[in-house]
């Protein structure tokens, strides 16, 4: 049989016979919207933000490697200060730390004279050395000048005076820092240093911080001074002396004390301690071996420690605490009177 003539098929018609399979078909829509949408976050994600980034809820803490006098000076400036209405033009500055262990915890002002400092001359602070060199430049020299209390191989002052007198005189430097625990004007020395480079026409500033002696009891939760407890006065002592000898040996007539509240720093030794206590109950008309005491170590550290007690008791209260073999409770701070009892500290 004759084959039949094959008639010619247009484009058009192929087309409209052929179809995509259903399964393809959603496969490529899919691919479709994917790459569509992968683009659009790509781009989104390219553009500058209109919103500035939310900070961290973790504090940055200031290194070495870090700005830190433009930081300062830059916060110092926004708030109307500038460098020489800091450092007014002396070159000695006696700077009193408080109670700060961490350079967090100091001044504005501190913080940047240190940052701006060549030499720092530091007592055997609450403030590690290590923390000092975070604040300072790396070509600053930071030296320890400390004394505790009897200990023979503490600097003498005269050696101190002498050593901050070579540095101030030293054209080579132009910002010399005296650290000090506390206030400077508080049971220091101050006074002898300040008039050696007095004699130099030396020019210098003293920079005041809160002293131990209020800071200390507050950080155990013990008020100086309660209206309800009729405790309106207070006083403070340092219960070492300049020989090491302890405030319970020094003869003191306390009953001329007309005060609510006995403060006494530089408690070390417990045997002091407890000769410090049996002296003001003895030779005090208000004060018995029953009066309310306490003892706030490590004040404001993380190994803060309070022993309350009475005048009668307090040593062996801290003895059974700590065991009879401990021989010191340095450093920390004695109060006597009603708010010794009281325990006002935060949770």
């Not at 001044?107 to 720092?120: C, G, K, N, W, Y």
């Not at 065991?323 to 009603?338: N, Y």
Request: charged content about 25%; some cysteine; glycine content about 10%.
């Amino acid at each position: 049989q004759p084959v039949a003539a094959l008639e010619p098929v247009s484009t058009q018609e192929k087309m409209s016979s052929w179809s995509l399979p259903p399964r393809c078909a959603r496969f490529l829509l899919w691919n479709f919207i994917y790459l569509s949408w992968l683009g659009r976050a790509s781009s989104f994600a390219n553009r500058t933000p209109r919103w500035p980034s939310r900070p961290s809820s973790v504090p940055r803490r200031i290194s070495s490697d870090d700005s830190v006098h433009s930081q300062v000076e830059s916060l110092l400036s926004s708030l109307g200060n500038d460098r020489e209405t800091i450092l007014g033009g002396t070159k000695v500055h006696i700077i009193g730390t408080g109670l700060s262990d961490r350079v967090a915890d100091l001044p504005l002002r501190t913080l940047f004279i240190l940052s701006r400092s060549d030499v720092v001359l530091h007592d055997a602070l609450s403030l590690p050395e290590e923390e000092i060199r975070r604040v300072v430049s790396p070509k600053c020299v930071v030296r320890s000048v400390g004394k505790r209390g009897d200990d023979k191989k503490s600097m003498k002052q005269k050696d101190i005076d002498e050593m901050l007198l070579k540095y101030a005189t030293d054209d080579s430097h132009d910002v010399v820092v005296r650290l000090k625990g506390g206030d400077p004007f508080l049971f220091g020395r101050s006074r002898t240093e300040i008039e050696a480079i007095r004699k130099s026409s030396i020019g210098y500033q003293v920079t005041p911080n809160l002293s131990s002696c209020v800071a200390g009891p507050h950080f155990g939760g013990i008020p100086l001074t309660d209206p309800i407890l009729g405790a309106q006065s207070f006083a403070v002592f340092s219960g070492t002396d300049a020989g090491g000898k302890g405030a319970g040996e020094s003869g003191r007539d306390w009953e001329s004390m007309d005060v609510d509240t006995l403060v006494f720093l530089m408690i070390g030794r417990l045997d002091k301690l407890s000769l410090l206590c049996e002296k003001i109950s003895e030779r005090g008309i208000r004060w018995s071996s029953q009066s309310l005491c306490a003892v706030v170590q490590n004040a404001g550290k993380p190994r803060q420690r309070v022993w309350r007690g009475t005048l009668g008791n307090l040593g062996d209260v801290i003895r059974t605490d700590l065991g009879k073999e401990v021989l010191t409770v340095s450093p920390a701070i004695l109060v006597v009177g009603p708010t010794a009892a009281l325990d006002l500290g935060g949770n």
